[in-house]
């Protein structure tokens, strides 16, 4: 699937458009040059699923952590299961080794929503069904985004 959106306001769009091709699968990886918007998509996913905490780019840290409440009313009355949903930035690893001793298998693996950057470097370990989103700035500023 294809999307061009011409500002950061389109992206609530995207999200829906992206639950919606994911099909229930829970694990992205996401390609494009520094810049192109993949951590602000990862906002605009947060911000659809009434995370509370500042969201931030994981480059340093590696990991951010984001808790929901899954089925919270758009009020923000009723309860909710707490759910997680992680940011991860492999930029900074230089081989699958370093990917194994932060514990990545437990990220790609369980019931949560999981978004890797720079993920090449796990591809060999990777989930069969992850959904692949690549994102490319085009010449008017817009962005060209792929689910795969």
């Known amino acids: 699937m ?8 389109e992206l609530e769009g995207v999200v829906a458009q992206l639950l919606t091709f994911a099909e229930g699968r829970k694990k992205f990886f996401l390609k494009g040059d520094l810049g192109a918007g993949k951590t602000t998509l990862v906002k605009a996913f947060c911000r659809k699923h009434q995370v509370a905490d500042n ?10 952590e984001y808790i929901f ?20 930035d492999l930029y900074r690893l230089k081989d699958i080794e ?38 490319e700035t085009l010449a ?9």
Do not use: M
Not at 103 to 112: Q, W
Not at 140 to 148: A, N, P, T
């Open 2 to 9: 294809e999307i061009i959106i011409k500002n950061e306001r």
């Open 55 to 64: 969201v931030s780019s994981p480059t340093y840290s590696l990991i951010n």
């Open 69 to 88: 409440h899954e089925n919270l009313s758009r009020t923000g009355f009723g309860s909710g299961k707490e759910k997680r949903i992680y940011h991860i």
């Open 98 to 135: 370093e990917a194994l001793n932060i514990g990545i298998e437990d990220y790609l693996y369980n019931d949560d929503y999981c978004f890797v950057e720079w993920a090449d470097v796990i591809l060999p370990i990777a989930p069969e069904d992850v959904v692949s989103i690549e994102i």
């Open 140 to 148: 008017d500023s817009s962005r060209k985004i792929l689910f795969l």
